[in-house]
T-cell receptor
Framework: EDQVTQSPEALRLQEGESSSLNCSYT??????LFWYRQDPGKGPEFLFT???AGEEKEKERLKATLTKKESFLHITAPKPEDSATYLC??????????????FGQGTTLQVKP | KAGVTQTPRYLIKTRGQQVTLSCSPI?????VSWYQQTPGQGLQFLFE???????NKGNFPGRFSGRQFSNSRSEMNVSTLELGDSALYLC???????????????FGPGTRLTVL
């Protein structure tokens, strides 16, 4: 069964303490892997798309990387405003999978000042 | 440009009633996907519409249905509401056609449905 697993479930960091979030996936053919940020009571906010192993994307303090089995979201010198739930999702190849993202359970990040 | 909008933002219904939720996609996007988000199950795919046709459907009962209009706006309907239908319902829009960015989905703020 297709699956997306994120770890850890929760992460507490001090401001400036860098860390990484993990997303492992098992799908028969990856079309794309997506990272979102979700604040309480809001819809997910799009961050990155990764399509092939070895690809990297950066945005401010965030950097996403992709291998054949997993993706990492690296957070460098985080600030309190980076506190949120980070969601990983995959899209699988095949005409029967259009428009469907399979989400992990998310990692809730808290950054303390 | 304007993002995805959803109305209403909050709804309270009782068991057995039905409800209709609305979603307006980003201008130029022709695909609308719907998701249910609950604390226990996370985000789960309901269905996707493209050019007024349902292209894909998740594992939800037939009480959950949707449609899309010629201007790409979409509605989702839930009939005979159950307590377990309480959730945040999210819609997301994308171009929906071939191309590297065609599956990038942008989400609306969601509709919080509470069933009493």
């Amino acid at each position: 069964e297709d699956q997306v697993t994120q770890s850890p479930e929760a992460l507490r960091l001090q401001e400036g303490e860098s860390s990484s979030l993990n997303c492992s996936y098992t799908v028969s053919g990856l079309r794309g892997l997506f990272w979102y940020r979700q604040d309480p009571g809001k819809g997910p906010e799009f961050l990155f798309t990764l399509y092939s192993a070895g690809e990297e994307k950066e945005k401010e303090r965030l950097k996403a990387t992709l291998t054949k089995k997993e993706s990492f979201l690296h957070i460098t010198a985080p600030k309190p405003e980076d506190s949120a739930t980070y969601l990983c999702a995959v899209s699988e190849r095949g005409s029967s999978n259009t428009g469907k993202l399979i989400f992990g359970q998310g990692t809730t990040l808290q950054v303390k000042p | 440009k304007a993002g995805v909008t959803q109305t209403p933002r909050y709804l309270i219904k009782t068991r057995g009633q039905q409800v209709t939720l609305s979603c307006s996609p980003i201008s130029g996007h022709r695909s609308v996907s719907w998701y249910q988000q609950t604390p226990g199950q996370g985000l789960q795919f309901l269905f996707e519409y493209f050019s007024e046709t349902q292209r894909n459907k998740g594992n939800f009962p037939g009480r959950f249905s949707g449609r899309q209009f010629s201007n790409s706006r979409s509605e989702m309907n839930v009939s005979t509401l159950e307590l377990g239908d309480s959730a945040l319902y999210l819609c997301a829009s994308s171009f929906g056609t071939r191309g590297t960015a065609y599956n990038e989905q942008f989400f609306g703020p969601g509709t919080r449905l509470t069933v009493l």
